[in-house]
């Protein structure tokens, strides 16, 4: 896995839309942004748990577009259980592929 991936990971989930932390959602911004695609199928599951419940000042359609260009990337059954509207939205654009 790569180390932006892993950074990403241990700061956490998308800042939301009422962080003030403007240095925090730019170094997220920075991370997420130099990642190339594709994921491999860890990397995409990993990076699923990072949905918050917002856009996330845009980040979170990134984060989607990203998990998305992984070839072999399927939903963990485990994460339907969430109802988290990122991971809804997601789901519903790998069925309709």
């Known amino acids: 896995m790569r180390q932006s991936v892993n950074e990403l990971i241990k700061m956490g989930p998308l800042p939301s839309e009422t962080c003030s932390d403007i240095d925090f959602i730019q ?3 920075n991370i997420l942004h130099s990642i190339q695609p594709p994921l ?6 990993k990076l699923i748990t990072l949905f918050g419940k917002d856009e996330s000042y845009g980040l979170a359609w990134t984060l989607l577009h990203l998990i998305e260009s992984s070839a072999d990337f399927s939903i963990d059954k485990q994460l ?5 509207p990122w991971i809804e939205l997601l789901l519903k654009r790998t069925i309709n592929k």
Request: proline share 0%; glycine share 0%.
């Open 27 to 29: 170094k997220y911004q």
């Open 40 to 45: 491999s199928n860890e990397e995409a599951t």
């Open 80 to 84: 339907l259980k969430n109802t988290n």
